[in-house]
């Protein structure tokens, strides 16, 4: 879906990717049972962790999740930020991640 779906069309490389690394870490979430009070798989992903992982720096990594977003982006993920300070890099992100269905002719 991320490859040949219209809506992702616009979405960058690194956004289809980390979205990709996300939908792993949603897997591991599921299996340890984390869910939220409305019974929503969430995961935990800081903004350095995504650095790390994309190999890029912070002002890249805000703008790849951006991409991802409820709020700027295509709404594949809604992200609350968590814990201290005015700065990501120190703060968690809790997030849920949204797909969608496709429904086929037959």
Do not use: H, P, Q
């Not at 792993?24 to 798989?41: G, H, I, V, Y």
């Not at 805000?62 to 594949?76: M, R």
């Not at 992200?79 to 968690?92: F, I, P």
Request: proline residues 0%; glycine residues 8%; contains cysteine.
């Amino acid at each position: 879906l991320l490859i040949k779906d219209e809506r992702c069309k616009k979405l960058s490389s690194d956004a289809k990717l980390l979205y990709g690394l996300m939908l792993d870490r949603m897997s591991l979430s599921m299996k340890n049972e984390w869910f939220d009070d409305e019974n929503r798989a969430y995961i935990i992903y800081t903004i350095d962790s995504i650095m790390e992982d994309l190999g890029c720096a912070k002002e890249k990594a805000v703008k790849v999740l951006a991409e991802l977003d409820s709020v700027k982006g295509i709404g594949l993920v809604e992200k609350v930020r968590r814990g201290l300070g005015k700065e990501y890099n120190g703060a968690s992100l809790c997030v849920w991640l949204w797909g969608w269905t496709s429904v086929t002719e037959a």
